[in-house]
């Protein structure tokens, strides 16, 4: 028997004693909130995220930065800066004219509140990853019911992408937005079956925070929204207000206007499309197969700081998304076309993830922005959960015994517990300052060269062709006044430039010179530059081959300006936007002022027994963490004892300079033809922190060591040398490209690391063969016809 309280129709309130029954729980504390239980069991999953250490994520070093430049900004009296003036150098960024800034100002409010920068960005994922769980639970419970909310909830927090975006990419705005999207198919559900005001309201709020969360997320999941609103009409008719629904979208993009309409309109003058072509961000090479998509839990190496951790939607989930839709048929009204619908989400979802699917990334408009096919899975792992709450559901109408469904819900709990012990165990970055310094962003930007700590620095003005290698003085990207940032080199003999007014992005200055000459600002040009001569504009362009900004000035004593404005395109969105924001507070304070004018369906909690059993459940899954899979290996995560790598084919334990150690490879073939690859796996480790980014090589040589074929890595396995841990170590793969002219014969594999700045390569210690070049000869390689 389901727990759901069914009404006695479509849109009757649940019967009084519904409402007594729930009122009697309560009331004698003979239940545990699902809220609660979902808390707890959530408890492992982030673990990891309170030790001191932030996890060596991706786009972790990306966050922490841009939250230390708006902290400055905002410091400044900039509280929406586009133009970030401390990035790339101090020739400044347009950052948020183009990137998504909520999760950046949700990680500033816990700054402000009290917490370093790296204890905010660490509190930002858990709140985020909480926070997940709960609007879950939310969402599920108001579908299927109160035990199927809770399981829906555990699938979701367990789910192996949304785990691999805190921990192996560390993007906060994705995380952001896994909050976002139970929140808003809530919502957006209440909205178009009641039509009620304040679902209107908290509708659009959501749909804009997504929008300005991370806007590739926003476009992904629109299309899953508008699949499941029709499949409630479909099961109401026209009851369904889809005139409130348009409305909600219609204002919720109006209240976020502000950020995309510049983002799509000034995209052109940016590098973007330099960025897009690069062959890593090229979807074509970017695809999963169905193997990695639904592949197992795949074990885990603690000692590898570069492991290949795969991106995966969840063998477990999909499973039991498989049993929902098979038992479909046993569930009623809603339940059978949220499962539906779902179900066709993920489907096609899953499908854009896939090579078939490449004709309609070619053609599809926007799509191509998304870079990565595999981006597709957020809303995805969304859509999945609920099709584990569904299965819960429709589990709970199959089974005549009702001690099988708690059973069944804690089964599951644990298998998600434990399919997801390999997500867990993230590799960290070393201890840092908690509070970094505008210095310490710059100098991120250099060792990483993520220019305005993106990606690849893809919104630098395109007029910046050849972008700088550091501030042009000292001091420039530490909060230089735009007054202190005139290219003195650029004055003509005897002019003088005098500062009257100091800003980050506003200046003005008294200056004189006896000739017509030109005023040159070490910032780049972008539109919304404006300058003025003694109160009158003044054309402002761009010159020289970094696009620094640049404008004339007639001979005599003027005061000139220079600020950074609204461009009328930026104007219109935050005009629209102010307006949307004013129709947003007139619709909730009417909205608060009115009664609730539909008493929705309540699920009963469940029995405190089951809540109880659940809740020690989740102490229980925490407690072996803690206790025992943090300690002792396993088949799913075990670590390194500094010489011996699981798996390895090949040690070898060769000793090269500067504490380098080469202890193995894994040669999976060693017979080869013209026009093929020849695959080869190195691992290294060091026993002392390297200053150099030294490059590896892979050769297949002669026996005079006349190099036939090669494969070097600039980074070994794309992991810079002065990041090594010495307590870890570095999967360093080649594919060796055999030409098609080698002849026929018995050669030899070398491999060896070298200075890519000197072409040194370190000494190979010891009698090894092929130390005389500084090479290591591994293997014979058999290059036959």
């Known amino acids: 028997m389901s727990l759901f309280i069914k009404p006695t129709s479509d849109n009757s309130a649940p019967p009084p004693q519904a409402w007594r029954r729930v009122a009697f729980y309560q009331r004698l504390g003979q239940s545990i909130p699902g809220w609660v239980l979902v808390l707890v069991l959530a408890l492992p999953a982030i673990h990891p995220l309170l030790r001191a250490e932030l996890p060596r994520g991706g786009d972790t070093g990306l966050h922490l930065y841009r939250l230390v430049e708006l902290d400055h900004c905002l410091r400044q009296g900039l509280f929406f800066p586009r133009w970030m003036p401390d990035l790339v150098y101090g020739y400044g960024y347009p950052l948020f004219n183009f990137y998504a800034p909520l999760s950046t100002y949700l990680t500033e409010i816990l700054h402000l509140l009290g917490l370093a920068f790296v204890p905010a960005l660490r509190a930002g994922f858990i709140l985020c990853l909480l926070g997940s769980g709960l609007v879950m639970y939310l969402f599920g419970r108001e579908v299927f019911g109160e035990r199927a909310g809770v399981i829906a909830a555990v699938a979701y927090v367990y789910a192996p992408y949304l785990l691999y975006n805190h921990y192996v990419r560390g993007s906060l705005s994705d995380a952001l937005a896994f909050v976002w999207f139970p929140l808003l198919f809530w919502a957006f559900r209440r909205l178009a079956l009641g039509g009620e005001l304040r679902y209107l309201v908290v509708g659009a709020s959501t749909y804009a925070a997504l929008v300005l969360t991370h806007n590739v997320s926003s476009l992904a999941a629109t299309p899953v929204l508008i699949i499941y609103l029709v499949a409630l009409g479909l099961w109401r008719g026209r009851a369904l207000r889809w005139r409130a629904v348009i409305a909600a979208l219609v204002l919720g993009l109006a209240l976020s206007a502000f950020f995309w309409l510049p983002a799509l309109a000034e995209k052109q003058f940016t590098r973007i499309e330099l960025f897009m072509a690069a062959p890593e961000y090229d979807y074509r090479l970017n695809f999963l197969t169905l193997g990695e998509l639904l592949g197992p839990p795949a074990p885990v190496d603690t000692g590898c700081m570069n492991p290949d ?48 699917s490449a004709w309609l990334w070619a053609h599809l408009p926007l799509i191509r922005y998304f870079e990565f096919p595999w981006r597709l899975l957020s809303p995805a792992t969304f859509a999945l959960a609920v099709l584990v709450g569904g299965a819960i559901a429709a589990l709970e109408n199959t089974f005549t015994q009702k001690w099988a469904a708690p059973i069944v819900a804690a089964l599951a709990a644990v298998a998600f517990f434990v399919a997801s012990v390999p997500s867990l165990y993230p590799r960290y970055n070393p201890p840092q300052t908690p509070n970094p310094t505008l210095a310490d962003v710059t100098a991120y930007q250099q060792q990483s060269h993520a220019l305005g700590v993106t990606s690849a620095g893809e919104y630098v003005p395109r007029w910046a062709v050849d972008p700088p290698r550091g501030p042009a003085f000292p001091g420039m990207d530490e909060g230089a006044p735009l007054a202190a940032k005139v290219d003195s080199a650029s004055l003509p003999p005897g002019a003088t430039v005098t500062p009257l007014q100091e800003r980050p992005t506003a200046a003005r200055w008294r200056v004189s010179a006896a000739e017509d000459w030109s005023l040159m600002v070490l910032t780049f040009y972008f539109p919304g530059w404006q300058a003025t001569v003694d109160g009158q504009p003044v054309p402002v362009e761009p010159t020289g081959p970094r696009g620094l900004v640049h ?235």
Not at 334 to 352: I, N, P
């Open 551 to 785: 404008f004339a000035v007639p001979a005599g004593e003027h005061v000139v300006t220079l600020r950074f404005v609204e461009t009328p395109v930026r104007l219109a969105g935050d005009v629209l936007s102010a307006l949307a924001l004013g129709v947003l507070i007139v619709l909730a304070v009417t909205a608060w002022r009115r009664r609730a004018s539909r008493l929705w369906p309540v699920p009963i909690p469940l029995r405190w027994r089951e809540g109880a059993v659940l809740a020690l459940l989740g102490g229980a899954l925490l407690l072996t963490k803690v206790a025992y899979l943090d300690r002792h290996d396993t088949p799913l995560k075990w670590g390194f004892d500094g010489q011996r790598v699981r798996g390895m084919q090949h040690p070898t334990m060769v000793n090269l300079g500067n504490g380098v150690t080469l202890l193995g490879y894994d040669l999976p073939r060693t017979v080869v033809r013209p026009g093929e690859t020849l695959p080869v796996t190195l691992y290294w480790k060091t026993a002392q922190p390297l200053t150099v980014d030294y490059s590896t090589f892979a050769h297949v040589v002669a026996s005079d060591f006349y190099v036939l074929a090669q494969q070097d890595n600039a980074h070994p396995g794309r992991y810079p040398t002065t990041r090594w841990g010495t307590d870890e170590y570095n999967r360093d793969v080649h594919e060796i490209p055999i030409p098609p002219g080698v002849p026929p014969g018995t050669y030899q594999l070398a491999v060896g690391m070298y200075s890519p700045f000197t072409g040194e390569r370190l000494p190979v210690l010891g009698s090894v063969p092929g130390a005389e070049v500084g090479a290591v000869l591994l293997a014979p390689v058999w290059v036959i016809p």
């Open 309 to 356: 951790v795969p991106i995966q939607i969840g063998l477990l989930q999909a499973m039991l998304g498989g049993v929902a839709l098979v038992l479909a048929g046993r569930l009623r009204n809603e339940r059978r076309w949220s499962v539906t619908a779902f179900a066709l989400a993920v489907v096609g979802l899953g499908f854009m993830t896939l090579p078939p």
